[in-house]
């Protein structure tokens, strides 16, 4: 055994080996988290350039029955390599799904969007499209106001799928934002031929915006590009009202981030108040 124990810390250091331990557990207790409705949304208020609530972007949390309250960045990657991303995305899905029906029954809630965040092996997977238009027609919302969220990356895995796609579920009215803009590869060539609603700048240049004049270049480019190409912009991340009057001076039109809340599960959430505090 000691011999085994030295060989393997040739391969596996005590970090690495922790971490495919963990892989492991979180991988075998996935199909049990989502058959007992582990996998639970949260919500956090997107804002217009006044300050008005205008919609929330659900972000996904497992609240693992030992583990607690497990992160996306924790649990997506594995999601997507054991393919059960398919079935989380169904779920969440159909979440907003649901959650828009509510709204639209709601006094003054019924024009609220939704956006989701979509993985690259669902966008890819044959019945993508019928799925989406199967959770519109099940819970009769209003398509226009299901906002799926994009990255570059998954886009360019194949743009002609991708594109299809999106063409598509655009015919049922369903919008396109593309997330984590600026950090995957930006060719900027293919921008202008998907049918995008929004481009979202990543929380990574919002961050050291003060105090980075590269971030701050980024962000302020990524504003006017969104301009030229008549597509909304949204900044994510966005946590001081210093970061928000700066994107504002750019001319971004739309802010999400911990200064206007953060995300949480629909029982911690009032609508209704947000809406009132920024009108
Ligand atoms: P993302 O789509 O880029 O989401 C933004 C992340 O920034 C979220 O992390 C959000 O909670 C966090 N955030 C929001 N405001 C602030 C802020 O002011 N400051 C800071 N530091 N962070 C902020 P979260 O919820 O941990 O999600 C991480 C990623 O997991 C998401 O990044 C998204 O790519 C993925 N994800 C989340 N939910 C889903 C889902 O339902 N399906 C799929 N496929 N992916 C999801
Ligand atoms: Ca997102
Ligand atoms: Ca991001
Ligand atoms: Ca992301």
């Not at 996306?72 to 828009?100: K, M, S, T």
């Amino acid at each position: 055994a000691k011999q085994e124990a030295r060989n393997g810390r040739r391969f596996f250091n005590p970090r690495m080996q922790a971490r495919v331990l963990e892989y492991v557990a979180l991988a075998s207790d996935m199909r049990k988290g989502l058959e007992d409705g582990e996998f639970i949304p949260y919500y956090q208020p997107q804002v217009d350039a006044a300050g008005k609530l205008v919609g929330f972007e659900l972000l996904i949390r497992w609240h693992h029955g030992r583990r607690g309250i497990i992160a996306p960045a924790d649990f997506i990657p594995v999601a997507e390599d054991n393919g059960q991303i398919i079935e989380l995305g169904r779920q969440v899905l159909d979440a907003a799904g649901a959650q828009l029906a509510r709204w639209r029954h709601q006094p003054g809630l019924k024009d609220l969007t939704l956006a989701v965040n979509i993985s690259a092996r669902q966008l890819h997977q044959a019945d993508f499209v019928d799925q989406v238009g199967q959770v519109i027609q099940r819970h009769r919302i209003d398509a226009s106001l299901l906002k799926l969220e994009l990255t570059e990356s998954m886009l360019l895995e194949d743009v002609d799928d991708s594109i299809d796609k999106m063409m598509r579920l655009r015919v049922l009215g369903v919008r396109f934002a593309l997330d984590d803009f600026g950090t995957g590869y930006s060719s900027l060539s293919y921008l202008k031929r998907l049918p995008l609603d929004q481009l979202k700048i990543d929380k990574s240049f919002v961050r050291d915006l003060l105090t980075d004049p590269y971030d701050a270049d980024i962000a302020r480019t990524i504003v006017s590009l969104a301009r030229g190409l008549g597509l909304e912009v949204i900044a994510e991340g966005v946590e001081t009202r210093e970061q928000r009057d700066c994107l504002a001076s750019y001319g971004c039109g739309a802010y999400q981030g911990y200064f206007y809340g953060r995300p949480v599960p629909i029982e911690q959430l009032d609508p209704v108040a947000l809406l009132n505090r920024g009108a």
